[in-house]
């Protein structure tokens, strides 16, 4: 199937590691123009190499904080600057620190709404114009399963995405006649470094190790394994193709079947 993503310009948020990146690289095997971006710049500049080597593809890399709203004009002005457009724009962060409600203070969740909700909402205010005049555009927001069902613990991850579901899912409606598509990717439990330290964080509570703690999580999910970044990445790179063009609004899980409802 081509997904009709050659020479597409893709920015893919905090896309130096993880999800962002495994994203980043699927979109540059379908011959996508990368924007790449990450706080750690030697992170960065590796990733940047490894995305453009395996794909052939032509990936800028930009340094940046996805909370802070000057960076973000920055990136968006940058890849501006150097493609001219934007058709495709992929939100995503790291996310909040795990923590009981008793443990949390008013900083915690401020720092958390900043980073998980307003990341994605000034991302896409800079970015919106450039696909309302061209009268194409697709956003994925990298979420959450616990958008679906809430894992203990995760608190702030389980409040504020669902934030971003409701924005994304209002905006949709509001721009869908501009031929601009926006969906949520939702993943499970994936081998990433984020669920090696929420992995680790449960030993410490429950006096085990992160392995012990992941061979736990692997028995409570259908398939009995956690999924894998480049698993996750197809969903997003459908989504943000030509292909995708009559799904917007959604929220879709990826997690081997773990989610508890229809």
Known sequence: MDLGLKDKVVVVAASSAGLGKASAMAFAQEGGKLVITGRNNERLQKAKDEIAMASGSEVMAVQMD????????????SAI???GTIHV???NAGGPPPGFFWETEDEDWQKAYELTVMSSVRMTRTVLPYM????????????SNTVKQPIDQLL???SLRLAVIGWAKTLSNQVANEGILINNACPGWTVTERVTELMEARAKINQSSAKEEIEAIAKTIPMGRLGTPEEFADLVVFL???RASYIT???IQIDGGTTAGF
């Not at 996805?66 to 002005?77: G, Q, W, Y």
């Not at 309302?132 to 979420?143: D, F, L, Y």
């Open 81 to 83: 600057e150097k493609f």
């Open 66 to 77: 996805v909370t802070n709203a000057k960076d973000i004009e920055k990136l968006v002005a």
């Open 249 to 251: 609004g959604t929220s």
């Open 132 to 143: 309302r005049k061209q009268q194409w555009g697709r956003i994925v927001n990298i979420t």
């Open 89 to 91: 724009l992929v939100n």
């Open 240 to 242: 943000g193709s030509e």
């Open 156 to 158: 702030l991850s389980n």
